[in-house]
């Protein structure tokens, strides 16, 4: 389990990492290292180069910037979580990290690996899909923001031009009379979920969001629905997300937990609208 | 998960207050372990820090993607001509240098480190790179054609059973490498007279202990004495030497293993680096150079051993009591592709005691071995435990349901009575001590059931699913070397020679400066038998531990050693420590004689204590041990001939492991431990989660040298087992394909998952061993995954139920019916469970195309548009009229893979319908599969359907489960969208033409 031959290049700065996206056949971009090391481990990804952009200061900064907070493509998961401001500004993402992973995952891994990877069960995508946060991608060509719905286009792939850098990822702020709630579940604690269920809901509006069964994070809207509507709202949407068999969890399996987790917590959110 | 805190009730049995006061110094307590400051400060001496011979190449391994297949080819000449690789070994060089394994059974079939000529299981050596650094061994790897003739498999222990089951060894005509009947007692008319019979059956899945430190050794051919030197993690037994030295055509003595001082964990597992030995030996015959191989987790999990699955049919003939007057087994035994030794030893192991902690007299059994497409069985903890008692303990539950009486109850109905120890079972056994009423006892009233019992009552009455499991034991320690032999008939046996003991050896030397070394043939793997060794001896020669030092690694070409030597069948703590006991005392005579003579005393007035040797009568006549000890080093003259004391090494074997008898009564091990667990289990409606809500697990294991490591013993093998109950399974598909190459697939249960136990002990000391000890290592591997299975069984009311207890299947045994589906529900794509085949995939698709259906004919028959929409195709070559061989990348986001695809056309209906058939492997595994197109006119052109069936086998299937089923799905609809686009259709989004960057 050795990687094949690979060049690693060390980025300064983000212009750094655009000439080289833009020069180098088949670079990726090296954060972390969580999923990307044992992929190269495998030999499952045999990239010609790997650009570390974890030393470039203006990557790392979390600040809250017109409604949202922007993550930096090299704050790791740990940082975030341990942001003071988290909790107040973004409950569900507060929410939803600490099943990110594992402690000692979250202290290498990135917020924007993870959005970069684009895994169908990882939390992070699901909280930008279900929030309607942003993906800020950049290069020589210039920068331009990806909506997380149109970001995330498929099993690990995303919008993400081959020269394009993730800089930062945005993650709408609360928003006054919305509740919010995340459940997740998996077979071991720290693995890949089952199924996650995100919530957005206001008194007039449902939004719900699922990871974990479709090829990408999936959110819907089940706004104006009473409670025998909603139940039959989600499991259309359960219906809906093709869930598939597995070594763990059978595809009916799947659509029971988005069914009586989803409904849970669209009911988790109701209950702190604030 | 709530953790409660462990209890340990350690009971003062009248046995221990009969050993001295003064002697209980070191044993029976829980003194720090010698290994852990040096384990906790990293100056461990694992096999992989340990430095090589400068020169020494590093070797890699190219395994089958296929479950069955015959090797058609192997090119290795690109791998060989790599910069870096010394030498490309296959299994030409294979049969050449070395004989096949010795097998097990009498039966005509071979067993070889690496395929020969045919593949059997995925992950099984084909061919072995030895290069400079094991970066480039790799690199070649990926240089080196195969192809294979892929052959019908054979997965299902049950279904191999039928002599239409696809063979995997042609010197057998079906795949039974075994079949054996057996009757004790009287068991036709047991089952006549009965008042019922109840039977069970069950299907024990495979899984494995995982140790952290994979298999791994360092091998050197010396040409000019025709010897081998390995250093390896090999863990024991040491019979297995002899199959090495076979099959590598030396003598024994010309295979000298060393084994390092650390060994990250074992459980049996590193047992299975033996072919490894043989086979990079060859390996660095051929190269000239010493080899150095370390499993990677990949090749552990995949290919390395596994527990043996089995089935099982057991029936009890029981009276209205709950009373059991006879039990019938029928056992088929799945060891994979070969029969590895020391398999089938996984099947007769409990032999002696397959009636449990039973008092059962008539016994019926019938043992079959098949062979089937998975990596071969081998040592496992609890080996043999779990896959009996998994039956044997669900059916008393059975018995308790049926009969509507209290599980406990039955239980005690039929234990052994105390005063019947020592104990011969019906098929031979001789259970050495034990009072396992007095244990249920105990574990009833001090792990508190009562309260277990209100808990679930107050659960089930606010709607809660919430079971109570038990399950007695009986587990077996120090094995009989000819246990094995059981399997042969009593013919055969006279034939082969009677087989039979268990030699365990330790040497205890006296250093001319002060102190005692001690060493033993143990190897361990991180247990801390150095410490208790320390203990045992330091107490024997009443000095300080720090006085003694033990050194466990192993040298076979200079220490005391025997066949039965190593680290497997829970002989530490009876055999080896015992072993070492002996050792001791005889050194200590002999000291007590010349003490005798310098001191002017007679020999019974002589005591040791303190560090002093004195006499009795007059203390103050004294000399220091260490004096004393040094005697027979400094003025050997002043001491009498059977004084002499520098050296001692005792070899011990008892007589209580005779051979297998004409009937086939077998004692199959020398001591046995009594367990009582049981568990309160809550599932979650909404998730089918099994929450382990108590967990009691009481033992008597005999006298105890030292509670801390018991306790850990004992955790240990719980954790390993809450992992059996509820995570972990070596998944195959139907079609082979191995499921669980990672950590991410197979889940090792962590802290998070695993409750602290209360543990509960008892001490009956064990008569037939030097220290009153008895294993206790491998228990709960067999008690607690059917203590577990009983509460869920319990919990749902369910009458069958099988290993994992995965959220998903517990969900489905609850039968709520599933809301239906909307009726505008988009077509699933996925088979039902339960129909789907191997890693098949299905799935359908249409577009809509702007030319008429001849000229998207014309285009689907021509190389060129096939070259333009294969994904990621590089070439595109035409092969006979309607076949195309293709050079393709294919992948999703950043995995990607190199494969050579073949296309062929079929079934031709022009212009209408064609059927695409072929295939593609490269390095990351194969996929093959066909889609049948339909084109049908359209006001607007042509409406192009199609339908596929895949399957997709190798590594990906083994790493990449989760994600590899829609990762095909968008290789299929991209290769579909990319036939529709090339004949003018409307160009869809752009995300699939990112999927895949096409190389110059």
Partial sequence: MKPAQFDYLRAESIGDVHRALSEVKDARVLAGGQTLMPMLSMRLARPSSVIDIMRIEALGRIEEKGNAIRVGAAVRQAKLLAWPALKDRQPLLAAALPWVGHAQTRNRGTVCGSAAHADPSAEIPLVLTALEGSVEVSSLRGARKVAAAEFFTGLMTTARADDEMIEAVHFPVRQPGHGYAFNEYGRRHGDFALVACAAVVSRTRVRLAIGGVSDRPVARDLSGTNDEELAQAINDFAWSLEARDDLHATASYRRQLVREMGIRTIREARACIS | ?1000
């Avoid at chain 2, 054979?154 to 279904?159: F, P, Y």
């Fill in chain 2, 1 to 1000: 998960m709530t953790c409660r805190k462990s209890r340990r009730v350690i009971r003062e049995a009248a046995h221990l207050s009969e050993i001295p006061e003064d002697s209980k110094r070191w044993l029976g307590r829980s003194v720090a372990r010698v290994e852990d400051a040096g384990l906790l400060t990293g100056q461990g001496r694992f096999l992989d820090d340990l430095g090589v011979r400068p020169g020494t190449l590093h070797a890699a391994i190219l395994r089958s993607p296929h479950a069955h297949a015959r090797i058609t080819k192997i090119d290795t000449a690109a791998a060989k001509a790599l910069p870096g690789v010394s030498a490309v070994i296959t299994a030409e060089d294979v049969t050449k240098l070395s004989n096949s394994l010795v097998v097990g059974v009498k039966a005509p079939i071979m067993c070889w480190p690496i395929a020969v000529e045919k593949v059997r299981y995925v992950g099984e050596p084909v061919a072995v790179v030895v290069a400079r650094d094991r970066y480039l061994a790799e690199d070649a790897l990926d240089l080196i054609e195969v192809e294979y003739e892929p052959l019908p498999v054979n997965v299902d222990a049950l279904a191999a059973l039928s002599p239409e089951s696809p063979v995997l060894h042609d010197g057998l005509k079906g795949n039974i490498a075994s079949d054996r009947k057996f009757r004790y007692g009287d068991p036709e008319r047991a089952f006549a007279e009965a008042a019922h019979k109840i039977t069970v059956e069950t299907n024990y899945p495979r899984n494995s202990c995982t140790p952290m430190e994979t298999l791994g050794l360092v091998i050197e051919y010396n040409a000019s004495e025709d010897a081998f030197d390995v250093l390896s993690n090999f863990q024991g037994p040491f019979s297995i030497l002899a199959v090495i030295a076979r099959a590598l055509r030396v003598p024994g003595n010309r295979v000298r293993l060393r084994t390092p001082g650390d060994s990250g964990g074992s459980f049996g597992t590193k047992q299975a680096v033996f072919p490894y030995i043989v086979l990079m030996g060859i390996a660095a015959r051929v190269a000239g150079k010493p080899v150095k191989w370390i499993e990677d987790r990949l090749e552990h999990l995949t290919a390395s051993v596994s527990a043996t699955n089995r089935s099982t049919t057991l029936s009890a003939a029981v009276d209205p009591d709950g009373r059991i007057l006879g039990l019938a087994w029928d056992q088929v035994e799945d060891v994979g592709a070969h029969i590895r030794a020391p398999e089938p030893a996984t099947l007769y192991r409990m032999h002696a005691n397959l009636c449990g902690a039973y008092d059962i007299r008539n016994l019926a059994v019938r043992n079959r071995v098949v062979l089937t497409n998975k990596t071969p069985t081998g040592l496992n903890r609890g080996f043999g435990g779990p896959q009996v008692y998994y039956p044997l303990e669900r059916l008393m539950q059975r018995i308790a349901v049926e009969l509507k009486l209290d599980p406990v109850e039955v239980v005690r109905r039929n234990l052994i009575a105390a005063d019947k120890f020592p104990y011969r079972t019906a098929s031979g056994g001789l259970l050495d001590s034990g009072d396992y009423p007095a244990a249920v006892t105990m574990a009833v009233e001090e792990g508190g059931l009562a309260e277990l019992r209100a808990r679930q009552r107050a659960v089930r009455e606010a709607g809660g699913l919430y079971g109570i499991g038990f399950a007695a034991v009986v587990e077996p320690s120090v094995s009989n070397m000819g246990y094995i032999t059981t399997v042969l008939t009593p013919e055969e046996r006279r034939k082969a020679g009677p087989k039979n003991g268990a030699q365990a050896t330790a040497t205890v030397a006296i250093n001319p400066v002060g102190g005692v070394s001690v060493h033993v043939a143990s190897v361990p793997q991180g247990q801390g038998h150095r410490t208790v060794l320390a203990q045992v001896v330091a107490e024997a020669l009443s000095i300080e531990m720090s006085e003694v030092q033990v050194v466990t690694d192993l040298d076979t070409a200079k220490d005391a050693w025997s066949i039965a030597s190593g680290n497997y069948a829970s002989r530490f703590a009876a055999a080896v420590a015992g072993a070492a006991n002996l050792a001791a005392a005889n050194l200590k005579a002999r000291l007590a004689r010349s003490a005798a003579a310098q001191l002017n005393a007679t020999i019974d007035d002589i005591e040791f204590a303190g560090g002093k040797v004195f006499s009795k009568r007059n203390p103050d006549n004294a000399l220091a041990f260490s004096r004393l000890a040094a005697t027979s080093h400094w003025s050997p003259g002043v001491v009498p001939d059977e004084a002499q004391a520098i050296r001692e090494t005792v070899f011990w074997t008892p007589p209580q492991l005779t051979p297998p008898t004409e009937a086939d009564e077998i004692n199959s091990s020398l001591c046995y431990g009594f367990i009582f667990d049981y568990c309160g289990v809550e599932i979650d409606r909404e998730t089918g989660a099994v929450r382990i809500d108590k967990y009691v697990t009481a033992h008597d294991c005999g006298r105890i040298l030292h509670p801390g490591m018991v306790n850990g013993q004992i955790t240990g093998g719980f954790a390993q087992a809450v992992g059996a109950a509820l995570y972990e399974e070596y998944a195959y598909a139907p079609d082979g394909s191995f499921l669980a190459g990672t950590f991410a697939d197979y889940l090792v249960p962590t802290m998070m998952e695993i409750p602290a136990p209360v543990i509960l002990h008892m001490e009956t000391p064990s008569p037939f061993t030097p220290l009153g000890t008895k294993g206790v290592g491998e228990g709960n591997c067999m008690s607690t995954p059917v203590c577990i299975g009983n509460a869920v069984a319990d919990a749902l009311g369910v009458e069958t139920i099988d290993l994992p207890l995965t959220p998903a299947k517990l969900t489905a045994l609850m039968q709520k019916p599933e809301p239906a589906p909307p009726t505008h529900a988009e077509a699933q794509t996925s088979a039902a469970p339960g129909q789907q085949k191997g890693r098949s995939l299905f799935g359908e698709g249409s577009a809509e195309i702007a030319l008429p259906p001849q000229q998207v004919w014309e285009m689907l028959l021509d190389a060129d548009v096939l070259a333009s929409i294969i994904p990621g195709a590089h070439s595109v070559e035409k092969v006979g009229a309607h076949g195309f061989r293709a050079d393709v990348s294919l992948g999703v986001g950043p995995v990607k893979g190199r494969y050579r695809a073949n296309v062929e056309l079929a079934d031709l209906e022009p212009p209408s319908a064609v059927t695409l058939r072929g295939g593609a492997s490269g390095a990351l595994g194969f996929a093959s599969g066909e889609g049948r197109i339909q084109l049908t006119a359209t006001d607007s052109g042509t409406r192009l359907d199609y339908r596929y069936g895949a399957e997709i086998g190798g590594k990906v299937a083994s790493i990449g489960g989760r994600l590899l089923d829609a990762a095909a799905r968008v290789v299929i609809r991209q290769f579909f969208e990319a036939l529709a686009r090339r004949a003018g259709g409307p160009r869809s989004g752009n995300w699939f033409t990112r999927l895949f960057r096409r190389r110059p």
